[in-house]
């Protein structure tokens, strides 16, 4: 099948850990970006990467780190430096601008 | 900086009634991307339409449509007909060339009644 795979569906996060959400995708995008949707708001841009192992701030970042090692993958880490972190993340690919960004499941983290 | 306004939250309309969605945008760029996304109840956002900024044509398409006024930075969509299917969060959202980033209106809940 192709398209985007985020893991686990839900996660939990106990005080001062770190968890980091999967996202796969195989079909072949350049560019994988990390959102964050908390309820009742938009979606905010977390990290973006647009080519492998180069990766950019979005308008959240402090409190993540992103690693792009390989081009299917773009690991989302939530350090303990993320005072709030319970939200739904989203993670998107696109094969470049212009170009339409098609969205994964989603990841929904709570704090235990 | 791009920023994408969505008026109403929630909006509840009874089945087989029309419902507008409301999309203010504003950009310095003259060349720019818009977008409408779907988010029904299981999450994933799912792609609706795309325009560009020198492409004011509407657009039906089934019982969806689009209303793309540059004059008043506007891209409304419209569903006729509504169906309990058509009950999600809608966002409206947009990008400036030569930056894919997307900005996300607040989004709107539509709940159809049967």
């Known amino acids: 099948d192709g398209g985007i795979t985020q893991s686990p569906k839900y996660l939990f996060r106990k005080e001062g850990q770190n968890v980091t959400l999967s996202c796969e995708q195989n079909?072949?995008?350049?560019?994988m970006y990390w959102y964050r949707q908390d309820p009742g708001q938009g979606l905010r841009l977390i990290y973006y990467?647009?080519?492998?192992?180069?990766?950019q701030k979005g308008d959240i970042a402090e409190g993540y780190s992103v690693s792009r090692e390989k081009k299917e993958s773009f690991p989302l880490t939530v350090t303990s430096a993320q005072k709030n972190p319970t939200a739904f993340y989203l993670c998107?690919?696109?094969?470049?601008?212009?170009?339409?960004?098609?969205f994964g499941a989603g990841t929904r983290l709570s704090v235990l | 900086a791009q920023k994408v306004t969505q008026a109403q939250t929630e909006i509840s309309v009874v089945e087989k009634e029309d419902v507008t969605l409301d999309c203010v945008y504003e950009?310095?760029?003259?060349?720019?991307?818009l977008f409408w996304y779907k988010q029904p109840p299981s999450g994933e956002l799912v792609f609706l339409i795309r325009r560009n900024s020198f492409d004011e044509q509407n657009e039906i398409s089934g019982r969806y449509s689009w209303n793309f006024q540059k004059s008043t930075s506007s891209f409304n969509f419209t569903i006729t007909a509504s169906q309990v299917v058509d009950s999600a969060v809608y966002f409206c959202?947009?990008?400036?060339?030569?930056?894919?980033?997307?900005?996300f209106g607040k989004g709107n809940q539509v709940v159809v009644i049967p």
């Open positions: 998107a690919t696109d094969s470049g601008q212009p170009d339409i960004q098609y």
């Open positions: 959202a947009l990008s400036e060339y030569g930056n894919n980033r997307l900005a």
């Open positions: 990467s647009q080519i492998v192992n180069d990766f």
């Open positions: 950009t310095r760029d003259t060349t720019y991307y």
């Open positions: 079909l072949n995008h350049d560019a």
